[in-house]
């Protein structure tokens, strides 16, 4: 565990703080609605190793009552203070004990400490808030379900390994959320989407 950051790694979150939340929260609900469509997330600043749409997917869901699990590679002094001075949100050492999950790609072989939520309260699931190098250049691979006309093929730079390991933590109306951020873009698949189906041969 890392000592309490000091206010000498504080920074701003945003240009315009109200606006600037603002079309980043109906970004990431609109991303979230109509999973596998690319959704500009540009206001926030960058952040240590964050990329500007991770850092407003952050900015938009964290708060005093989301416990965020950290991979090793955002576990850094600048990314716990601002996190804490702008989002207020604990952060948490056990991956079960986590609403929301911050990673990169080395953090994607093995999901199963996370919490898929209960029959019961499927809306208490852990939240996979996941970096990448980028949105395109992997195997395009049809989605379905909820939010979705027929299908969208998606082409995430992601192992199949992932899916698999997503799918066995997804069981209606339990699952997984996963947000997908790189740059200034984010896409999202919902829980209850269908995850890729066919593959439709190189991106």
């Known amino acids: 565990m890392l000592p309490v950051p000091t206010s000498e790694w ?6 315009d703080p109200l606006l600037d939340a603002q079309r980043s929260f109906r970004a ?3 991303a979230l609605a109509e999973p ?18 991770t850092y407003a ?5 964290l708060d005093a009552d989301t416990p965020l699990w950290l991979a090793p590679a955002f576990d850094s002094p600048a990314i716990r203070a601002n996190l804490a001075f702008h989002c207020g949100c604990p952060i948490v050492a056990a991956r079960e004990d986590a609403l929301f999950a911050l990673l990169d790609e080395r953090e994607l ?3 199963s400490a996370f919490d898929n939520g209960s029959d019961r309260y ?3 699931s852990c939240t996979l808030l996941i970096q990448l190098s980028a949105l395109d250049g992997g195997r395009a691979l049809s989605w379905q379900g909820p939010g979705i006309h027929d299908s969208r093929s998606v082409a995430l730079p992601l192992a199949f390994d992932f899916w698999r ?9 339990r ?10 873009r984010s896409l999202a698949a919902a829980q209850t989407a269908v995850s890729p189906i066919k593959n439709r041969g190189a991106a």
Request: negative net charge; charged residues 20%; proline residues 9%.
């Open 165 to 173: 390991e997503r799918a066995a933590r997804n069981a209606f109306p």
């Open 175 to 184: 699952g997984l959320d996963a947000f997908f951020a790189a740059e200034h």
């Open 10 to 15: 504080l920074q701003p979150a945003f240009n």
């Open 109 to 111: 072989h093995d999901l």
């Open 57 to 61: 997917l952050c900015l938009s869901f």
């Open 28 to 30: 990431a609900l609109k």
């Open 122 to 124: 499927p809306d208490q």
């Open 36 to 53: 596998g469509t690319l959704q500009q997330l540009d206001r926030a600043l960058p952040l240590d190793l964050l990329q500007p749409a």
